[in-house]
């Protein structure tokens, strides 16, 4: 059965989890801010629904690499604090999963943002002062 309280707590433990990454990990806080850059980028672009839904997958991908990536560095750390090559090796490879997607991310977003910006500076080009 579905219980109102139980749900109310989970959530709670949720916000706690996002709560410390967001004070904690200073690439998740700036992840973050360029998401809301390019929110706001898209909502001033007013994007295709589509490409919306893309911008905001994608987003929400980095995101939740970054909660993995962390979780699994403290992780590490509690088994075999620095003490084993495969600990730092373990990190580096997390770390380089969070990179590759955060460059196919900005590829995407160039592929998605640059008509809009061409048709900007071309609109702005054909306004005589």
Same mark, same amino acid.
């Given at each position: 059965?579905?219980?109102?309280?139980?749900?109310?707590?989970?959530?709670?433990?949720?916000?706690?989890?996002?709560?410390?990454?967001?004070?904690?990990?200073?690439?998740?806080?700036?992840?973050?801010?360029?998401?809301?850059?390019? +929110? $706001?980028?898209? %909502?001033?672009?007013?994007?295709? !629904?589509? #490409?919306?839904? &893309?911008? /905001? *997958?994608?987003?929400? +991908? $980095?995101?939740? %690499?970054?909660?993995?990536?962390? !979780?699994? #560095?403290?992780? &590490?750390? /509690? *088994?075999?604090?620095? +003490?084993?090559?495969?600990?730092?090796?373990?990190?580096?490879?997390?770390?380089?999963? &969070?990179?590759?997607?955060?460059?196919?991310?900005?590829?995407?977003?160039?592929?998605?943002?640059?008509?809009?910006?061409?048709?900007?500076?071309?609109?702005?080009?054909?306004?005589?002062?």
């Amino acid at each position: 059965m579905l219980s109102l309280a139980r749900f109310i707590r989970s959530f709670r433990y949720s916000l706690k989890g996002l709560s410390q990454i967001f004070r904690e990990e200073h690439s998740f806080r700036i992840q973050v801010f360029i998401g809301l850059l390019v +929110l $706001i980028l898209s %909502l001033g672009f007013n994007i295709k !629904v589509w #490409e919306l839904v &893309v911008v /905001v *997958l994608v987003m929400t +991908l $980095i995101f939740v %690499l970054e909660l993995i990536n962390s !979780v699994l #560095e403290r992780f &590490v750390d /509690v *088994l075999k604090p620095r +003490l084993h090559p495969y600990v730092e090796s373990s990190k580096d490879m997390m770390a380089a999963v &969070v990179l590759i997607f955060s460059i196919g991310a900005i590829l995407i977003g160039l592929l998605i943002f640059t008509p809009y910006f061409i048709n900007l500076f071309s609109n702005i080009s054909k306004i005589s002062f």
